[in-house]
Nanobody, 125 residues
Framework: VQLQASGGGLVQSGGSLRLSCATSGFRFDDYAIGWFRQAPGKGREGVACLAVKAGRTYYTDFAKDRFTISRDNAKNTVYPQMDSLKPEDTAVYYC???????????????????WGQGTLVTVSS
């Protein structure tokens, strides 16, 4: 049960980037899908969470106006979208499955397991 994030890269400040998180070995409807990031020298920070069974999508305050997370059921893939990027958004971005599809503490890393490698996003000023 794992999610592999891809699609990171170098983007200029103000630009956009769409990541992909492909599932392996499970249906993402049965899990909460967490989206996190880790900037250099900092801890892992929650960005958003897609809880399909609960009918909820959660966003951290800094992400509400610029980031969105969506899914493609046919491809069993989640797409984190980032707009109006800033240099402080530079980080490794991860998706991870949470076993509780109704979780509400979406910003807690310990609600999730099987972290993949992540994908690096670098925003230049």
């Amino acid at each position: 049960v794992q999610l592999q994030a891809s699609g990171g890269g170098l983007v200029q400040s103000g630009g956009s980037l769409r990541l992909s998180c492909a599932t392996s070995g499970f249906r993402f409807d049965d899990y909460a899908i967490g989206w996190f990031r880790q900037a250099p020298g900092k801890g892992r920070e929650g960005v958003a969470c897609l809880a399909v069974k609960a009918g909820r999508t959660y966003y951290t305050d800094f992400a509400k106006d610029r980031f969105t997370i969506s899914r493609d059921n046919a491809k069993n893939t989640v797409y984190p979208q980032m707009d109006s990027l800033k240099p402080e958004d530079t980080a490794v971005y991860y998706c991870a499955p949470g076993a509780n599809p109704y979780l509400t503490s979406f910003q807690r890393p310990d609600e999730y397991d099987n972290w993949g490698q992540g994908t690096l996003v670098t925003v230049s000023s």
